[in-house]
Nanobody, 122 residues
């Protein structure tokens, strides 16, 4: 089970940190990722991280602004979001992959958490 939290309403340029807490599975053995879905759009990958955190991947739209990390001792993954833009507004989902690698393919994920809404006002 995955539980995402930390969403909210912020202004453009602000920062926000999302958390995803895992339970019921050895999530420390698997890659994890953040995805988002804006109103009227498909769900897209935001960032992914390998099982030990040594490898990360980002969507071009968030490179340099977002950072994905994980703390396996706490079974928690984070997404630090800086310099937020109105186009970052979306429901953000965390997910656990079938493999230990950092993967941006949504088909590689088999466990999904509920979303947390991030709204960035201009």
């Amino acid at each position: 089970q995955l539980q995402a939290s930390g969403g909210g309403l912020v202004q453009a340029g602000d920062s926000l940190r999302l958390s995803c807490t895992a339970s019921g599975r050895t999530f420390s053995s698997y890659g994890m990722g953040w995805f988002r879905q804006a109103p009227g759009k498909e769900r897209d990958v935001v960032a992914a991280i390998s099982w030990a955190g040594g490898s990360t991947k980002y969507a071009d739209s968030v490179k340099g602004r977002f950072t994905i990390t994980r703390d396996n001792a706490k079974n928690t993954m984070y997404l630090q979001m800086n310099s937020l833009k109105p186009e970052d507004t979306a429901v953000y989902y965390c997910a656990s992959a079938r493999y230990g690698i950092a993967t941006i393919r949504s088909d590689d994920y088999d466990y999904w958490g509920q979303g947390t809404l991030v709204t960035v006002s201009s």
